[in-house]
């Protein structure tokens, strides 16, 4: 099988060289020339609201144009003052913070409390449809102290909570949002950070700007270079023939034998670095996608999970600083842990067994779904057809695979998670196995460990109660964890980028040599 994981590259290498060949008198378009860094992707978020999509692009963007009321330094893990001078705890529920003064939103409106107490109780509510419910579903409600101060009410003691005020939760412009609805700020959107949004192209990408007005003493402080675009060009190929001809600047998730190519280009660098980004199976274990589907008996799920050669794709795929994951969690999140939890070594004899025990003996017809790395998909597939599973590709965008997952329609989901680079295991387990609308199982006793866990103040008894229910995923296979994701980043040697496992590109700290 790694062999033929590697002879599906094969041609993928040698156009990759010819580009590199083609490449060599193509004029620049972008870069250090017109202060302009040019970074593209394939993927465009549903909507550039940060509440509202949940494709890494959208994170990136958020990351560069909102600011969040914590800061959370990545080389320390301490937090900082951002939009919040200061916090306290009142009680377990109630959480008290001080506002900076002096900081202004894009559009020239002051920043205050009516805005976070806006921003918070906004998406909390139905007619908000915010797509990340389970970056603030632990707030009950935010109250106005007075010009400085603003509460946070919690539904319940949630330790984490400061972790996620430093994260994926931006805050908006109460007034303008108001003015304009949401429709509105997707196509002209506003917020505190060091880019302002100038065009929001449909299909095409995001054009930025320094924000000149930034405020003075902020921990990520002003940006060094002075436009930022982010294009979408959903082909690889073309995204790397772009970058060596200079019509872009920066690119990532390059597959590792371009990436390989790559290296021999002039004036191109290339990093490897591994990200928080875990790679998994999901199944359908209430089998909504399938009638009398046999996603439902656990043996089934545990054969498939036996099937799959994690290694062979982690040394012949994914390869770089790749890691297998046997929980489902990303293992350095603070209580993600594998010791006790079930393993599946690759045993295709095994899986094959357990099918036949399971009534089985030649396989069945599933349906499986994807919707980035097709070769990473693929292999599974070709895994599966080995022990006599025929699993169909769905191949679609996220938004439309995750909606179909939320519908049920979705036997077997290759999905991939970044816990919107929250370094708390709720951010993962929170979202797929606590009862929301991406929990394809809904396993009371995996969801009581998960509150349990959630809420309690206690560190220790925190990590007890993930293990609990970290163990007992694994036990009944609800998912299948893969491996960690190693991005390939490539860019213009003129520039100064430095990657980090949370996979969060900070072009606001990039700079031009």
């Known amino acids: 099988m790694a062999s033929g994981i590697m002879a599906r590259h094969g041609s993928t290498a040698r156009a990759a060289l010819t580009l590199l060949m083609l490449a060599a008198s193509v004029p620049a378009v972008a870069g250090k020339a017109n202060d302009t860094l040019v970074y593209a992707s394939d993927t465009e978020p549903e909507n550039v609201s940060p509440y509202h999509n949940s494709a890494r692009e959208g994170v990136i963007l958020a990351r560069n144009v909102w600011d969040t009321l914590i800061y959370r330094d990545s080389k320390t893990g301490t937090y900082q003052p951002m939009l919040a001078t200061s916090w306290r705890w009142v009680d377990p529920v109630t959480l008290e913070l001080t506002l900076r003064e002096g900081v202004t939103f894009h559009n020239g409106d002051a920043f205050g409390p009516e805005d976070v107490a806006f921003t918070f109780n906004y998406v909390l509510t139905p007619e908000a449809r915010t797509v990340t419910k389970q970056n603030v579903d632990w707030m009950k409600s935010t109250e106005v102290v007075d010009a400085h101060t603003v509460r946070i009410h919690l539904k319940a003691a949630f330790p984490a909570a400061l972790e996620y005020l430093a994260g994926p939760t931006p805050i908006f412009p109460a007034t303008y949002f108001r003015r304009v609805g949401l429709d509105g700020f997707a196509k002209a959107p506003v917020g505190t950070g060091p880019y302002r949004i100038t065009a929001v192209e449909n299909g095409r990408g995001v054009k930025m700007e320094r924000f000149a007005k930034y405020w003075p003493g902020s921990p990520i402080g002003a940006a060094k270079i002075g436009k930022l675009e982010f294009r979408v060009i959903p082909d690889a190929d073309s995204r790397m023939a772009e970058l060596v001809t200079g019509g872009i600047d920066w690119i990532w998730r390059v597959p590792s034998d371009q990436a390989d190519q790559l290296k021999g280009a002039p004036n191109v660098s290339v990093l490897s670095a591994e ?109 599966l057809r080995a022990v006599g599973i025929i699993a169909r590709l769905n191949y679609l965008r996220y938004a439309a695979l995750r909606d179909l997952i939320r519908g049920g329609k979705v036997s077997i989901a290759f999905q991939t998670w970044g816990s919107f680079s929250v370094l708390d295991v709720s951010a993962f387990t929170g979202v797929y196995f606590r009862g929301g609308d991406e929990d394809l199982t809904k396993d009371p006793e995996t969801i009581a460990a998960l509150q349990a866990g959630d809420g309690a103040t206690d560190p220790a008894v925190r990590k007890v109660k993930y293990a609990e229910a970290l163990k007992r995923i694994a036990g009944q296979a609800y998912a299948l964890p893969l491996f960690s994701y190693s991005t390939n980043y490539a860019f213009t040697s003129d520039l100064t980028f430095t990657a980090q496992p949370d996979e969060l590109p900070r072009f606001y700290a990039a700079q031009w040599k």
């Open 275 to 383: 990200t928080m980004r875990v790679g998994f199976l999901q199944f359908d274990t209430l089998g909504r996608a399938k009638e009398n589907s046999p996603l439902k008996d656990p043996r089934v799920r545990q054969a498939i999970s036996y099937a799959v050669d994690r290694k062979a794709m982690v040394d012949n795929l994914v390869r770089g600083e790749s890691r297998v994951m046997n929980a489902a969690c990303f293992i350095d999140q603070f209580g993600c842990t594998d010791e006790g939890v079930p393993r599946y070594s690759y045993d295709p004899a095994k899986a094959k067994a357990l099918l036949k025990e399971a009534g089985y003996p030649n396989g069945f017809e599933i349906d499986l779904g994807a919707y980035r790395e097709r070769d990473y998909a693929e292999a599974v597939i070709g895994y």
